[in-house]
C-alpha cells in the first residue's frame, strides 16, 4: 500500500435547519396557549415554559503541488510501518493483548472511522491517509487510528480545527459527549474527548485524541465498556508512541515535557455561554440527534416565583434544545436560561431567592408536590434540582425537572418537562445543570 493515495467517495448530510425553526414556532404557540389554561385551572399553577424536549471529499492534487506554491515531500509517511502497532497499543489497557486488525491507504478507508467523523477526510486536498484499526481479545476493546498527510503544515492546522469541530458539534444520535480535556507535550496541540452511550447495565465509551505534528494529523480512538467513564492516561500515553513515530520522519514539534491532560470543555458552535447538543442526555427512545434554538425568557413553571425586574440582571439569555425529527410530543424538549449580575453575591442571592421558593413550593401552592432530586457542589458551581409536579385538575398533572446554580456573576435555570417514557434519572439532570453552568463561563 505505498503511497497511500487518496480516492473520492461522496458523502454528506442532512440539514436540520427549517425543521428547527417550524419545531419551535409550533412549540411556543401551543405552550403559550397551554401554559394560559394552566394558569387558570391550577390556582397559582405553571406558567408558560419552553418544552423540553460532508461534503464529497475532492481529488487530490498533484504530486508537489502543495498549498501556497510552497514544495512539499510527496513521500512523506508513504509507508505503514509508521503506524503503531499492537504492541504500542498496550497502554490502552490492563490486560489483553492488542492486535492489528486491519490497515487501509486512502483508496479503501472507510466513509467513517472515528466518532462524530462527518466526511471521509478532514483536509480533502491532502496527500494521503491511514486507517488502522485494533482489537484485544480478552477485553473486547476496539481502536482505531487515523491519519492525515496534508501538503503543509498549515493545511494540517485547518484538518485539526476541522476534526475537532467534528467532536464538539457532533450530531450522531445516542453519544454524550461526557468529558473533554486539553493535552499538554503531546504534539503542537491536542485533545481528548470522551463521548458516552448507555448500553444495560454498562455504558459504551469512545475516548478519542486528536493532534498534529508538521504536516500529519493523527486522531486514536479507543471504544470500551465499563459503568464509569475511562481515565485519558492510556490513551495519551498510546497517542505520544504513535505521534513519535510520525515525528521521526517529519521532523515535526512531537512536544515536550510532561504529558498531561486537563479538563478542559470542547468549543462549541452554539451562541456564547450555552450548551452544545452533544453535551446532552442520551434517551433510549430518541434516536434522533439535538438541535438548539434561541428562545424567549420564561418567569418559570410556578414554584420559582421568577422576578427579572426585582432581581435585575444586567443581561439575559434563553435557548432550547429539541428533536425535531424525533417522534415524541411537542412539549419534549429542555429550556436553559443564563443569568448574568453586576457581582458573584447578586449572582448567588438570586440563586438563593429561587431554591427557597421551590423549597417551600408544596407550603404556598396548594396544587404543587415538589421533591429534591440532586445538588450541585464543585469548586466553581453551587446549585439544586427538583422534580415539581402541578395539579390542574381532571386528572391533569404537569412534572417538571427544575435545576437552578450560581457560578461566578452568572445564574443558570434549567427546565425539562417529563413526559411519558422520555423522562431522564436524577444524575443525569444535575449533570445537565452542571454542565450548563460550565459552558456558561463563555456567556457574553
Known amino acids: 500500500m505505498a503511497g497511500s493515495h487518496r480516492a473520492p467517495r461522496s458523502g454528506g448530510r442532512a440539514a436540520a435547519r427549517e425543521a428547527r425553526r417550524q419545531q419551535s414556532r409550533r412549540r411556543n404557540q401551543?405552550?403559550?396557549?397551554?401554559?394560559?389554561?394552566?394558569?387558570?385551572?391550577?390556582?397559582?399553577g405553571v406558567a408558560a415554559?419552553?418544552?423540553f424536549g460532508g461534503g464529497e471529499a475532492q481529488e487530490s492534487p498533484k504530486p508537489g503541488a502543495a498549498k501556497g506554491g510552497e514544495q512539499k515531500d510527496q513521500n512523506l509517511?508513504?509507508?505503514?510501518?509508521?503506524?503503531?502497532?499492537?504492541?504500542?497499543?498496550?497502554?490502552?489497557?490492563?490486560?489483553?493483548?492488542?492486535?492489528?486488525?486491519?490497515?487501509?491507504?486512502?483508496?479503501?478507508?472507510?466513509?467513517?472511522?472515528?466518532?462524530?467523523?462527518?466526511q471521509r477526510f478532514a483536509d480533502p486536498a491532502g496527500v494521503r491517509t491511514w486507517v488502522r484499526t485494533f482489537r484485544n481479545a480478552s477485553t473486547k476493546d476496539t481502536a482505531v487510528q487515523y491519519v492525515e498527510v496534508s501538503n503543509d503544515p498549515s493545511a494540517a492546522g485547518k484538518a485539526y480545527t476541522t476534526i475537532t469541530g467534528w467532536l464538539s458539534q457532533c450530531?450522531?444520535?445516542?453519544?454524550?459527549?461526557?468529558?473533554?480535556?486539553?493535552?499538554?507535550?503531546?504534539?503542537?496541540?491536542?485533545?481528548?474527548?470522551?463521548?458516552?452511550?448507555?448500553?444495560?447495565?454498562?455504558?459504551?465509551?469512545r475516548m478519542v485524541s486528536v493532534t498534529t505534528a508538521g504536516q500529519a494529523t493523527m486522531v486514536l480512538e479507543h471504544d470500551s465498556a465499563a459503568g464509569t467513564p475511562p481515565k485519558p492516561d492510556g490513551v495519551l500515553a498510546t497517542a505520544s508512541a504513535g505521534l513519535k513515530r510520525i515525528c521521526a520522519q517529519t521532523g515535526a514539534d512531537?512536544?515536550?515535557?510532561?504529558?498531561?491532560?486537563?479538563?478542559?470543555?470542547?468549543?462549541?458552535?452554539?451562541?456564547?455561554?450555552?450548551?452544545?447538543?452533544?453535551?446532552?442526555?442520551?434517551?433510549?427512545?430518541?434516536?434522533?440527534?439535538?438541535?438548539?434554538?434561541?428562545?424567549?425568557?420564561?418567569?418559570?413553571?410556578?414554584?420559582?416565583?421568577?422576578?427579572?425586574?426585582?432581581?435585575?440582571?444586567?443581561?439575559?439569555?434563553?435557548q432550547t434544545y429539541v428533536v425535531p425529527e424525533a417522534d415524541v410530543p411537542t412539549e419534549f424538549g429542555l429550556d436553559t436560561t443564563v443569568y448574568q449580575f453586576a457581582s458573584p453575591a447578586t449572582a448567588t442571592s438570586f440563586v438563593?431567592?429561587?431554591?427557597?421558593?421551590?423549597?417551600?413550593?408544596?407550603?404556598?401552592?396548594?396544587?404543587?408536590?415538589?421533591?429534591?432530586?440532586?445538588?450541585v457542589t464543585l469548586s466553581t458551581v453551587k446549585g439544586e434540582a427538583w422534580k415539581a409536579s402541578y395539579d390542574t385538575g381532571g386528572g391533569k398533572i404537569f412534572t417538571y425537572r427544575i435545576g437552578i446554580a450560581a457560578t461566578g456573576s452568572r445564574a443558570i435555570y434549567v427546565v425539562y418537562?417529563?413526559?411519558?417514557?422520555l423522562d431522564i434519572t436524577d444524575t443525569a439532570f444535575t449533570e445537565i445543570l452542571s454542565r450548563a453552568a460550565e459552558r456558561s463561563a463563555t456567556f457574553k
Not at 37 to 44: E, H, K, Q, S, T
Not at 199 to 205: L, M, P, Q, T
Open 77 to 118: 509517511l508513504a509507508d505503514a510501518k509508521v503506524l503503531i502497532d499492537g504492541t504500542a497499543a498496550k497502554p490502552l489497557t490492563t490486560t489483553g493483548a492488542w492486535a492489528v486488525a486491519g490497515t487501509a491507504d486512502g483508496s479503501s478507508a472507510p466513509d467513517k472511522s472515528f466518532v462524530c467523523q462527518a
Open 254 to 318: 512531537c512536544g515536550s515535557g510532561t504529558l498531561t491532560a486537563k479538563p478542559s470543555l470542547l468549543p462549541t458552535g452554539e451562541p456564547a455561554g450555552f450548551m452544545a447538543p452533544i453535551d446532552l442526555p442520551v434517551l433510549p427512545s430518541v434516536d434522533k440527534p439535538w438541535v438548539s434554538v434561541t428562545s424567549g425568557l420564561r418567569a418559570g413553571t410556578g414554584c420559582e416565583k421568577i422576578d427579572l425586574k426585582k432581581s435585575k440582571p444586567t443581561k439575559s439569555k434563553a
Open 30 to 44: 401551543i405552550i403559550g396557549a397551554g401554559a394560559a389554561a394552566l394558569l387558570v385551572l391550577g390556582g397559582g
Open 352 to 375: 438563593s431567592l429561587i431554591r427557597k421558593n421551590v423549597d417551600g413550593c408544596q407550603k404556598t401552592t396548594s396544587n404543587a408536590t415538589v421533591k429534591t432530586t440532586g445538588s
Open 49 to 51: 415554559v419552553n418544552a
Open 171 to 205: 450530531n450522531t444520535p445516542q453519544i454524550r459527549l461526557v468529558a473533554s480535556y486539553a493535552t499538554q507535550g503531546l504534539g503542537e496541540r491536542g485533545v481528548i474527548a470522551v463521548f458516552g452511550t448507555p448500553a444495560g447495565k454498562s455504558n459504551k465509551y
Open 417 to 421: 418537562p417529563v413526559l411519558k417514557e
